[in-house]
């Protein structure tokens, strides 16, 4: 017997598709589609059977494996907070166009992380029960505290001594302060070191000006070559897509091929920090999908020929569509402030998220000298974020893709002022959709692309 269940469904060319709640989903020729919505499907007919085994209607025999599916789904919101950005300065080498860092120049004072909040900063990671545990270093740039970058790293395989947790470290870098000796400790400690590479030369050096003379783009590619090489240390590389990009989408998975990057992520820009003040960077979502569309054409066709080079946001998407969790905040309902991460500031100020930080005292948390885990994570002001975060609301209710999109409170606060918008009519939401749309379209109607997203989830880099 078929039990009350909430679906949802769109058009797909010809075809109708049709999602559950806990993500499971199916495309029906229009006859099927009509049956189902009638709710007059016999036990015995194969689409019946059908539904029933790929999770789309409850029945008594595959409850068990739904609940599951729910299980897997929210398991990101049971172990706490897992990934924890530190902010070693705020001082950089460049001026971003697109700074979401709200980046101050490098001869400010009093923009530095001491000792003193560092070892708090440790110890407040420390309460956390999750394990394990991913510390990251933001900036600005992370390399000019080079030294409170080495403390933090010390005083963390100290504690644990006390607290035996896995602890993973990660470092986001322009990369123009590297040098050998900062390289060899990197290496030595396993940081993963994560630059940003926006594409060739004329596309990078117009969106990321360094301050003074010289060429980001040659300084970044040099010692992306010399780490990968010379080294045979792994480094990702980000990319930020602004509307100087537009024009050049296989120009940009070119570069990323030159210099043999592991994964690339044509993801939108985020209306966030110095962002905002820049609107000759910003683009409709139209033409981010025709751009993004254009690449993922070209970035298929290369797959194809043999060279293997995933995209790491269509990934999280088709880990979504493959009822699995991806653990990736911007997709998640709840997403992940607070509940999936922590930022905190050279301050020592605690925000619900590396974003959060830079739109204002409504995500700021506390701080560390003055709060304790527990005292923070079950404030009145982290359940109103949870709870904003969630894409239950009634326009997100009746949307197709709501069992693998997320809401951000922080994109919602920065475009209108308010925690709660009405998603359907931002940018960010139809990028969504239209991204959604075209991955569930190969997955159905391209069997030389699905095999290719095949190969994405199954490669190891990730």
Known sequence: MMESVKL??????????????????????????????????????????????????????????????????????????????????????????????????????????????????????????????????????????????????????????????????????????????????????????????????????????????????????????????????????????????????????????????????????????????EPDIMYTAEEFLSFWKEGMEYLLEINKKGRLLPDRFVYYILKKFHLENAWYTDLASPCGAATGQIAYTEKGDIYTCDEGRLAGEIFKLGNVEEEDYQSVITSDKVMSIVAASTNDTLMCDTCVWKPYCGVCPVCNYAESGNLVTINPLNARCQMLKGMYAYIMDKLNNSPEDAAVFRSWLSDHRK
């Open 8 to 277: 949802r469904s769109l058009p797909l060319r010809d075809q109708m598709l049709v999602t559950s709640d806990s993500g499971a989903w199916v495309v029906l020729d229009k006859p099927d589609y009509e049956l189902l919505s009638s709710g007059k499907i016999s036990e015995d007919s194969a689409l019946y059977k059908r539904l029933e085994k790929e999770l789309v209607i409850l029945t008594p025999k595959n409850r068990g494996k739904i609940v599951a599916q729910y299980e897997e789904k929210y398991a990101h919101i049971k172990q706490g907070p897992s990934l924890h950005i530190v902010v070693p300065t705020q001082r950089c080498n460049h001026k971003c166009s697109y700074c979401h860092s709200k980046s101050v120049p490098l001869t400010e004072q009093g923009y530095d992380l001491d000792r003193p909040t560092a070892r708090r900063i440790v110890d407040f990671i420390f309460e956390c029960p999750s394990d394990p545990l991913t510390i990251e270093f933001q900036g600005g740039d992370a390399l000019l505290n080079f030294r409170i970058v080495q403390y933090i790293i010390e005083r963390v395989k100290h504690k644990q001594q006390e607290q035996p947790k896995q602890v993973k470290f990660a470092l986001v870098t322009n990369l123009a302060a590297m040098n050998e000796q900062y390289l060899a400790y990197l290496m030595e400690h396993n940081v993963e070191i994560c630059t940003t590479l926006d594409g060739p030369a004329y596309i990078h050096d117009k969106n990321r000006a360094m301050l003074g003379q010289g060429s980001g783009h040659a300084i970044t590619t040099k010692w992306i070559r010399r780490i990968k090489e010379e080294y045979n240390y792994p480094v990702n590389a980000l990319m930020v897509i602004t509307k100087r990009s537009l024009p050049y989408a296989k120009e940009i998975i070119d570069e990323y091929l030159k210099y043999d990057l592991p994964w690339l992520k044509l993801r939108y820009l985020d209306n966030l920090g110095y962002a905002q003040d």
